[in-house]
């Protein structure tokens, strides 16, 4: 079983900074990509960044120029770095990888999700 464990999150003021972290532990055979999305009260979940093995990136409209998602492979470790952090970033936060699994012979690949981890960006 895989488990995506993020830590990191808090409160912090309007134009400050908050790095977040996920590490994937488990029967890991590779990790094909890893991401990091967002969900704040009534809303829905959105993407906030992604980083795939192939080192293709995505963001968020609105958080480019802001946000940079990184990855330490050896770690199996992503992570958020998050600047000029603004009310409106306020949301819990979920890790999401799509990781290969094996089990003896059995490859197979799943998407996994962290329990997430609450950002609050207030004066």
């Known amino acids: 079983q895989v488990q995506l464990v993020e830590s990191g999150g808090g409160v912090v003021q309007p134009g400050g900074s908050l790095r977040l972290s996920c590490t994937a532990s488990?029967?890991?055979?590779?990790?094909?990509?890893m991401g990091w999305y967002r969900q704040a009260p009534e809303n829905e979940r959105e993407l906030v960044a992604t980083l795939n093995q192939g080192g293709g990136l995505n963001y968020a409209d609105s958080v480019k120029g802001r946000f940079t998602i990184s990855r330490d492979n050896p770690r199996n470790t992503s992570y958020l770095q998050m600047n000029s952090l603004k009310p409106e970033d306020t949301a819990v936060y979920y890790c999401n990888a799509y990781i290969y699994t094996q089990s003896g012979l059995k490859y197979e690949w799943d998407n996994y999700w962290g329990q997430g981890t609450q950002v609050t960006v207030s004066s």
């Open positions: 488990g029967n890991i055979f590779s990790i094909i990509s």
